[in-house]
């Protein structure tokens, strides 16, 4: 009989008692633990882009391409592509398999154990779990509960002597831009600094992209297919980068990264960009127009974004956390985002979907705010 191999004992030291992410859970599961029709599911839970992926790119998903073939590790297509598109050169683009392994890849290449890793929460969680799985120290400036605005003096103090910075802009899940005065001044510390612009394209804002590109600035700026192009499923993301970084990031990725369906989705989808573009707008525009619902209603308060989503602070007229209010309007089919940050427990994030959903989504929070009324018990 073999010798058992004695997991606790193997694991890696920054591993032990370390929480794994949080995702979202699969519709079809959620619907059947809430006994909901799937198909009468309004799915807010994700900021996935509701019209899913655009015409070409569906056509590319049907065929031309050859499954059988291994991708091309130099991602030519793909990089040329969008080097076209952001009128940048090729040399300083990376992609991989959504912009999560564009982030442990930053971690893998650069991050030793010990080092300094800085954050604003609250924000998107693999920044803080890359961390933790690479043994570095996560340093928090957190951000103004007010607001939701970045602390700049703070996290300006924290990325002096940090090895990188992480900041998404727009943020997940507040919203917000990060100022272009605070990116200088970031710059100016000596860090890496790593903006995740997932959400730029629903965004007022400017991209960092040709910063980034231009080899001037210790920066990447991360983009993705999966909000903009709604092809989160196939997981396909880049980074733009100063070429020594890029170089290092080609040489130590994973080889196949992007697959081949994904590449001719992702090339088909900057065919299609302006149609994607539209759409963006249009998200954009409904977001202005649940705010004003939710502003309008009595039970939640949006704060402002400039992404395709709303964090909204549950009134005080509500009982529970945003737990409660979760599972209320999961029993009406509506799915929204709760988070376990102690500062978050009284928010709700709701994504931005068609017209048509954001009507339930209204409809239902009326009807579970009745509910909830009255009921808190935590004063």
Not at 45 to 70: M, V
Not at 157 to 182: I, Y
Not at 344 to 349: A, I, T
């Amino acid at each position: 009989m073999s010798a058992r191999f004695d997991v606790d004992a193997a694991l890696r030291p920054a591993l032990r008692g370390m929480e794994g992410y949080e995702p979202i859970e699969p519709p079809e599961e959620a619907a059947a633990r809430y006994g909901v029709v799937p198909e009468d599911v309004v799915k807010v839970d994700g900021n996935e882009n509701p019209y899913g992926p655009s015409p070409r790119a569906l056509k590319a998903l049907a065929g031309g391409y050859e499954a059988h073939r291994y991708p091309d590790p130099d991602q030519r297509r793909l990089r040329a592509a969008l080097a076209a598109r952001h009128h940048i050169p090729e040399s300083s683009i990376v992609a991989g398999a959504g912009a999560d392994e564009l982030i442990d890849l930053v971690f893998r290449v650069f991050v030793d154990p010990g080092d300094r890793v800085v954050i604003a929460s609250p924000t998107f969680g693999m920044y803080g779990f890359g961390a933790r799985l690479y043994g570095a120290t996560l340093v928090d400036a957190p951000r103004d509960e007010a607001e939701w605005s970045i602390d700049a003096d703070a996290l300006v103090d924290a990325a002096e002597g940090a090895k990188m910075v992480f900041v998404p802009s727009p943020n997940n899940p507040t919203g917000g831009l990060l100022p272009r005065d605070v990116c200088e001044r970031l710059l100016a510390s000596g860090a890496l600094l790593v903006v995740d612009e997932a959400y730029i394209e629903f965004a007022h804002g400017e991209s960092l992209v040709p910063l980034a590109a231009s080899g001037n600035a210790s920066l990447i700026v991360l983009r993705t297919f999966s909000k903009w192009a709604g092809l989160a499923g196939l997981r396909v993301g880049y980074g733009v980068m100063p070429r020594p970084i890029a170089d290092a990031f080609m040489q130590w990725k994973q080889p196949y990264g992007v697959n081949l369906a994904a590449e001719a989705a992702a090339i088909a989808s900057i065919e299609d960009a302006s149609l994607l573009d539209e759409r963006a707008c249009e998200i954009a525009g409904e977001r202005g127009r649940l705010e004003a619902g939710l502003r309008d209603g009595e039970w939640l308060d949006p704060a402002p974004s400039e992404a395709n989503f709303l964090l909204c602070r549950m009134s005080d007229r509500l009982g529970g956390d945003g737990a409660a209010l979760r599972e209320a309007l999961a029993r009406r089919g509506v799915f929204v985002r709760f988070f376990s940050d102690p500062r978050l427990r009284r928010h709700v994030r709701i994504s931005v979907g068609r017209p048509t959903d954001t009507d339930r989504v209204l409809a239902a929070l009326e009807e579970a705010g009745r509910e909830l009324e009255g009921t808190r018990d935590d004063e």
